[in-house]
């Protein structure tokens, strides 16, 4: 049995997980805004799992760690710096663990479910922007800390982050609504294409066979698929075509199957 740990910027999601990768049980509770405050409630919650016995646990971060130590640097949306994320899940899940940037993981996870492309970018567009890219169902090390939201884009005539424009956050400041409750064709279309001008550059560098699209806007992907296609062939190139662009199969739990197929594999099995 595998404990699996998603931490996000407003939700963290705790679940058990069968040895053929089936979610058993799953709890879930707000992220507190201080590290300590999260420890207790995630001890709280384990505390609450039937399951109380796991072999090992992975953990979705979203941000940038140090992996030989267990740390998680940074957190982007949560102002968590230098905590001891795995020293901590260890002791509290009473097994080891390991620690994973969540976009990553939640690439991997639906990778595992497309084995027909060799290079897999995922992106997952929630409180913010994240980018996890896969290659034969692997993290690419070589891009295992890159944080595709903090690519440049201009808006309005200034240069911003991607993330500050395109994400769910950046969705609710410039519209007052979240992507959930937009039926506005017009709006989408803009939606579309703040979207569009940061994917542009991730084809354009990474040259991916597909893009899946996750997180809580990419949810409602079907509203603006059409738009943002038609905004990405405007400004293809020959050398950089524009791959097929599908969103995600577990869009609320690919992270939690990416903690299981990455410990499943640091235990010396992959997932078939």
Known sequence: MYLGIDIGGTKTLVASIDDNGVIIERLRFPTPKAYPDFVKELETTVASLATKKHG????????????????????GNLPWTNVPIRADVSRI?????????????????????????HR????????????????????????????????????GGQTQFWEDVASGEAIVRRY???????????????????????????????????????????????RYEKHLLETLHRYELPITKVPPIVPASRPDDAVLYG??????????????
């Open 56 to 75: 090992a646990c992975c953990v979705g971060v979203p941000g940038r760690l140090d992996r030989k130590n267990g740390i998680g640097i940074a957190m």
């Open 176 to 222: 007052g609504k979240k992507a959930k409750d937009i039926t506005d064709e017009a709006t989408w279309k803009q939606i579309a294409h703040d979207i569009a001008i940061g994917l542009s550059d991730l084809i354009s560098v990474i040259q991916p066979e597909v893009i899946v699209i996750g997180g809580s806007v990419g949810s409602y992907f079907d």
């Open 120 to 155: 897999v970018l995922f992106v997952t567009i929630s409180t913010g922007i994240g980018v996890g890219f896969i290659v034969d169902q692997t993290i690419d090390a070589a891009l295992a800390d890159s944080e595709g939201g903090q690519v440049l884009v201009e808006q």
């Open 259 to 272: 903690c299981y197929d990455l410990a499943k594999a640091a235990n010396g099995t992959t997932r078939t």
């Open 93 to 117: 899940a009473g097994c080891p663990a390991i620690i994973e940037n969540d976009a990553k993981l939640a690439g991997l996870s639906e990778s595992m479910l497309r084995r027909e492309y």
